[in-house]
């Protein structure tokens, strides 16, 4: 039995239209499933925690996310436990970071295929980030600053519903990020890593911790993570002139910024955040409000995955 969490909302609506053609296809294959349908922000959340409530090492479950980069964190931060699920993607969104650093197919009905088959399980840390007390899960990244409000105006946005529609969604990234830029002012920004070392910074554009290399709809930010390694990756964006911030940003899509001056870029287990004004953070591309402090680890669990 396959456990489907749709959102169907997912890239400006069309992600009802692919759930039909997918749902089509599992008639045709005879395939047991059930699917629940998202309706509003968080609700993959209650869904996923209602569906694994009573999941056992005996009795896993096979639950798939239908949707974008999002529904994945939502979904994860429902399941009662990573240990009693095997978990399957299939990207509906724009911006599919989690598809592009686990080389998972961008395709739909190719992503369905490679669920039915399941020819490889892989076992792949999850992050945990702590807000005012509030834990959730996320796949990809957080982050506070520039990306974060590159991330919840993409959400927003008009651009991204008809870019969508022609099939250029993931420009408006860019498009945001240049507008972003031109506006913001860096702050001072502080991490505390693995409980002991201290790394002040004067004029952080942004800081951002990684599970994966990409975010923000293909930044290889940092070309080095490894979502099966134990271990967090951590940019910071810090000092630079707003003139070299924009002449970095395209080289990060190949991950060759980290060979500019103020681009740092740290390994950790567990990561504290402090900033000196409240900014707006983000967990896998959705809003995770304007704070000024919040603590990121990986869950002592790995989630095993479903890959081609």
């Known amino acids: 039995m396959y456990y489907?969490?749709?959102?169907?909302?997912?890239?400006?609506?069309?992600?009802?239209?692919?759930?039909?053609?997918?749902r089509q296809v599992l008639r045709q294959k005879h395939i047991s499933y059930k699917?629940?349908?998202?309706?509003?922000?968080?609700?993959?959340?209650?869904?996923?925690?209602?569906?694994?409530?009573?999941?056992?090492?005996?009795?896993?479950?096979c639950l798939i996310a239908v949707g974008g980069d999002g529904t994945i964190q939502e979904v994860l931060s429902g399941v009662k436990d990573l240990t009693n699920i095997y978990f399957g993607y299939i990207p509906t969104g724009s911006g599919n970071d989690f598809c592009r650093s686990m080389k998972l197919p961008q395709d739909p009905h190719e992503a369905l295929d490679c669920i039915l088959k399941k020819k490889h399980i892989a076992f792949v840390d999850v992050p945990v980030i702590s807000i005012k007390g509030h834990k959730s899960?996320?796949?990809?990244?957080?982050?506070?600053?520039?990306?974060?409000?590159v991330c919840h105006e993409v959400s927003v946005t008009p651009m991204k519903k008809v870019l969508?529609?022609?099939?250029?969604?993931?420009?408006?990234?860019?498009?945001?990020?240049?507008?972003?830029?031109?506006?913001?002012?860096?702050?001072?920004?502080?991490?505390?890593?693995?409980?002991?070392?201290?790394?002040?910074?004067?004029?952080?554009?942004?800081?951002?911790?990684?599970?994966q290399k990409y975010e923000g709809g293909g930044f290889k930010f940092c070309p080095a993570a490894d979502?099966?390694?134990?271990?967090?990756?951590?940019?910071?964006?810090?000092?630079?002139?707003?003139?070299?911030?924009?002449?970095?940003?395209?080289?990060?899509?190949?991950?060759?910024h980290t060979?500019?001056?103020?681009?740092?870029i740290f390994r950790c287990k567990n990561v504290e955040v402090f900033s000196s004004v409240p900014l707006a953070v983000h967990k896998d591309g959705e809003s995770a409000g304007i704070q000024e402090t919040f603590s990121v680890s990986v869950d002592k669990e790995p989630v095993k995955i479903i890959l081609p």
């Open 4 to 22: 489907f969490i749709v959102n169907p909302n997912s890239r400006s609506g069309k992600g009802e239209l692919i759930w039909k053609e997918l």
């Open 35 to 61: 699917a629940v349908f998202t309706k509003y922000r968080g609700h993959a959340v209650k869904l996923a925690a209602a569906l694994t409530e009573k999941t056992s090492p005996e009795r896993p479950l």
């Open 137 to 149: 899960r996320f796949a990809i990244s957080c982050g506070i600053g520039f990306d974060a409000a």
């Open 164 to 211: 969508n529609h022609i099939g250029l969604g993931k420009l408006v990234y860019l498009f945001v990020a240049l507008k972003q830029l031109l506006f913001m002012r860096p702050v001072p920004v502080t991490l505390r890593m693995d409980e002991e070392r201290i790394y002040p910074f004067q004029k952080v554009y942004f800081a951002a911790i990684m599970n």
């Open 227 to 256: 979502p099966s390694d134990g271990y967090l990756d951590v940019i910071v964006v810090d000092g630079l002139s707003k003139l070299k911030v924009l002449c970095c940003l395209p080289t990060a899509f190949f991950g060759k």
């Open 259 to 264: 060979q500019f001056t103020g681009i740092h």
